[in-house]
Structures are given as C-alpha cells and as structure tokens.
C-alpha cells in the first residue's frame, strides 16, 4: 500500500550500499567471482595439477592467510576466504568513510 511505513525503508541491497560502501561491495562481488571461477576451473581440470584456488587466497590476503593454522579441511579453506574478505572489505569501508571526511548518511 502506497505511503504506508514499509515502502519508506530502503531496500536490502541499498541499506547494505549505504552501510558497507560502493567499493566494498565492488570488492565483494570480485571475490566471489574469482572464487567461483577457481573451483570451476578446479572441477573441470583432469590432471589434479591445477593451483587455481591460490587465486582467492591472495586477493582475500592477509586475512585469509588463517587457513594455514586452521585444520585441515576443505570447509575450513572457504571459511578463512569469507573470513579474509570480510576483513578486507571492512577496512575498504572504513578507508572510504574516512577519505569522504567521516560524513554521516544523508538520509540518516
């Protein structure tokens, strides 16, 4: 219904925008794009020879540099990779905040 309080809130993906930033989100989304194109290249390798999964660690690095102290296990990899952006893409938001001059949200 028009001009009631649930069409005033912004959608979930502009109040996230607002929150983390365009450029973390940007970051984010690199990610995950380089993460899955690394296990499909993963998957569809025969040889056992390809080192694609190296690609996710370094642009999730140093955060993700946890998984060598973590046990061994496949889930273990792709939680330090979440672990390692979510770093990175919090100290992106803060740089932008701060690089903006700390304004607060205009529509807060």
Request: charged share 15%; aromatic share 8%.
């Amino acid at each position: 219904m028009p001009g009631t309080v649930l069409d005033s809130r912004p959608s979930l993906l502009r109040r996230l925008r607002d929150r983390v930033g365009l450029a973390a989100l940007a970051y984010l989304g690199l990610c995950a794009a380089v993460l899955v194109w690394a296990v499909v290249a993963i998957a569809t390798d025969d040889s056992g020879e390809a080192m694609a999964l190296i690609f996710p660690l370094l642009i999730t690095a140093p955060g993700s540099l946890v998984v060598f102290v973590l046990p061994e296990h496949g889930s273990m990899f792709f939680a330090s990779l979440v672990f390692g952006a979510a770093v990175n893409a919090a100290i992106i938001s803060w740089c932008t905040s701060v690089l903006r001059g700390g304004r607060p949200d205009p529509e807060s």
